[in-house]
């Protein structure tokens, strides 16, 4: 009997499901991020070669500042798989000014993840297939060369200038900025979840990543709900009103996942194995993403850890149906064998 992944899936997130979990893992594909049709097939390569029964599509970080003019230099990527910027769209605080709203008529770059995105979604129709979407505060960061988690040093920037001057210092030009950001994304937002027949991908809805702005103080909770907040609502609520899914990752540690408790969200993931996060145990009414710590699959040298971490969270998950993933992006390359423990678990 053929399994209908999308029925389970819907069960998973209503918590009546018969199926206790489903699989996925996601990576970047370091060198082939930067044409629809080669990206496409690679991520059809991986889904085919674990046989994941969701698909969170994961296209190059830059793409979101890329519609707005910022440049980043093709396949050099630093640390992190983030290709190296080269200059940045906003680079003065008083260029937040320049950020105005656009659609996918005018924009090259979320045309060219549409048309990625039909490619995956058409591949696998009996899967729910979701696209990437940071949200507007990661973009508005991302647009000045500004880090997306504390700590972090964006490969390329040469920004002096602080998220305090960019936003806080200008909060009423930050939030223009912010609004066309968010209504560039609900045009494109349309465009992923039309069906192929009307010029869209057909997907089932977003992976909204919040990246690390709710993370560790990096913003307080105030500047949050003032700054991130209201922009993220508006694209959620959209999603909800054509009835599609949305899965919320907040990154890093102390990452605050209740904050988001309140959300029209239909999943919540976050990172339980870092410091001052929550165990995927928490009951937060949301169903959990997690599962495995995503850090410990680049080499077979955490091969134990990885099946004891598996086999904790099926214990500790037992009779509540969850989805299973690694706790964020995997490694590129990632362990053949790491995989296996997660793909057979």
């Known amino acids: 009997m053929t399994r209908n992944r999308t029925e389970e899936f819907a069960g998973i997130i209503d918590s009546d499901s018969t199926t206790p ?20 097939q690679h991520t059809i390569d991986f889904v085919e070669k674990w ?5 969170k599509i994961n296209p190059r970080a830059t793409y979101f500042a890329e519609v707005w003019g910022a440049q980043f230099l093709p396949n050099d990527y630093g640390d992190v798989p983030v290709q190296k910027q080269l200059k940045a769209a906003i680079e003065k605080p008083a260029d937040v000014a320049s950020i105005t709203a656009k659609t996918i008529a005018e924009s090259d770059i979320l045309q060219e993840h549409v048309e990625g995105a ?12 979701i696209q990437t979407m940071f949200s507007p505060l990661s973009t508005l960061l991302q647009l000045a060369g500004l880090p997306l988690y504390p700590n972090m ?20 030009e930050a939030k223009k900025a912010l609004q066309a950001i968010t209504d560039t994304f609900i045009d494109y937002l349309d465009a992923l979840v039309a069906a192929p027949e009307d010029g869209g991908a057909g997907l089932d809805g977003l992976f909204y990543a919040v990246t690390g702005t709710a993370s560790d103080g990096y913003f307080s909770e105030e500047e949050f709900k003032e700054f991130s907040t209201p922009y993220d609502l508006q694209i959620l609520e959209k999603l909800k009103e054509y009835g599609k899914i949305s899965v919320l990752h907040t990154c890093q540690k102390n990452s605050h996942p209740q904050w988001f408790t309140s959300y029209p969200i239909s999943a919540l993931q976050w990172d339980q194995f870092l410091p001052d996060n929550p165990e995927i145990t928490e009951d937060m009414g949301i169903t959990p993403v997690g599962g495995v710590n995503y850090s410990l699959l680049g080499d077979n040298q955490h091969l134990d850890e990885v099946g004891e971490q598996l086999s904790e969270t099926f214990k500790s998950r037992a009779g509540k149906p969850f989805l299973l993933a690694p706790s964020c992006t995997i490694p590129t390359p990632a362990s053949d064998s790491a995989l296996t423990l997660l793909q057979e678990a």
């Open 21 to 40: 979990f489903l699989r996925s893992a996601w990576q970047h594909f370091n060198g082939h991020e930067n044409d629809a049709k080669d990206f496409a």
């Open 51 to 55: 046989d994941w029964d969701w698909i």
């Open 153 to 172: 040093v964006v490969y390329g920037s040469e920004t002096t200038f602080t998220r305090k001057e960019l936003i806080l210092e200008q909060p009423e």
């Open 118 to 129: 039909r490619l995956i979604k058409a591949h696998f129709p009996d899967r729910v297939t």
